[in-house]
Nanobody
Framework: QVQLVESGGGLVQAGGSLRLSCAAS????????MGWYRQAPGKQRELVAD???????KYADSVKDRFTISRANAENTVYLQMNNLKPEDTAVYYC??????????WGQGTQVTVSS
């Protein structure tokens, strides 16, 4: 059974930083596409960043140069380092795993709140 457990969310002032973690079990993160998504109140869930099995990364334009996705294969964990946070980054952040066959699973989400 696939489990993705996020942690690291919280309340931070604008300009601050947070690091989100996604600990995976039941899959090997380095063999799949691992992504971070977010959903703000009243808005659709959107892709923030993802990392392929080959290590290629992709970012939403709104977070480029501020956020960095990475993975630690030995820990089977994916991270999202978020710097220079803005109030518009406030959302619930979700970890996702997918492969060529489609979606594998979602985490339960972690709240990130950025105060101005």
């Amino acid at each position: 059974q696939v489990q993705l457990v996020e942690s690291g969310g919280g309340l931070v002032q604008a300009g601050g930083s947070l690091r989100l973690s996604c600990a995976a079990s039941g899959i090997i993160v380095s063999l799949n596409v691992m992504g971070w998504y977010r959903q703000a109140p009243g808005k659709q869930r959107e892709l923030v960043a993802d990392i392929s099995s080959g290590g290629s990364t992709k970012y939403a334009d709104s977070v480029k140069d501020r956020f960095t996705i990475s993975r630690a294969n030995a820990e089977n964990t994916v991270y999202l380092q978020m710097n220079n946070l803005k109030p518009e980054d406030t959302a619930v952040y979700y970890c996702n795993a997918r492969n060529r066959g489609g979606n594998i699973g979602w985490g339960q989400g972690t709240q990130v709140t950025v105060s101005s």
